[in-house]
Nanobody
Framework: QVQLEESGGGSVQAGGSLRLSCAAS????????IAWFRQAPGKQREGVAQ???????TYADSVKGRFTIAKDSGVDTIYLEMNSLNPEDTAKYYC????????????????????WGQGTQVTISS
């Protein structure tokens, strides 16, 4: 059973940084595409960043230059380094994995991902 477990959320002031982690388990398939999404209260879940098996990345325009997604394939863990945080980044952040047989990431859309973690809360105060 594929599992994703997020950690690293918390509360910081605007301008600060956080590092989220997502530990993947439950399958022998190599990580093909894993992404971070976020959902603020009253808003739709939106894609933040994704990384594929070759390390190619895609970012939402709102986080380009501030967030970095990376992976450690040796321990099947994905990271999201978040810098220059602002109150608009406040949301619950979710890790998501594409269907196991996909070769590459696609469009960073909710419908592209088959497996989801429970999420970790990030709160940025002004």
């Amino acid at each position: 059973q594929v599992q994703l477990e997020e950690s690293g959320g918390g509360s910081v002031q605007a301008g600060g940084s956080l590092r989220l982690s997502c530990a993947a388990s439950g399958t022998t398939y190599a990580i093909n595409c894993i992404a971070w999404f976020r959902q603020a209260p009253g808003k739709q879940r939106e894609g933040v960043a994704q990384i594929d098996i070759d390390g190619r990345t895609t970012y939402a325009d709102s986080v380009k230059g501030r967030f970095t997604i990376a992976k450690d394939s040796g321990v099947d863990t994905i990271y999201l380094e978040m810098n220059s945080l602002n109150p608009e980044d406040t949301a619950k952040y979710y890790c998501a994995r594409a269907p196991l047989l996909w070769v590459r990431c696609r469009n960073l859309a909710v419908t592209d991902f088959a497996f989801w973690g429970q999420g970790t809360q990030v709160t940025i105060s002004s």
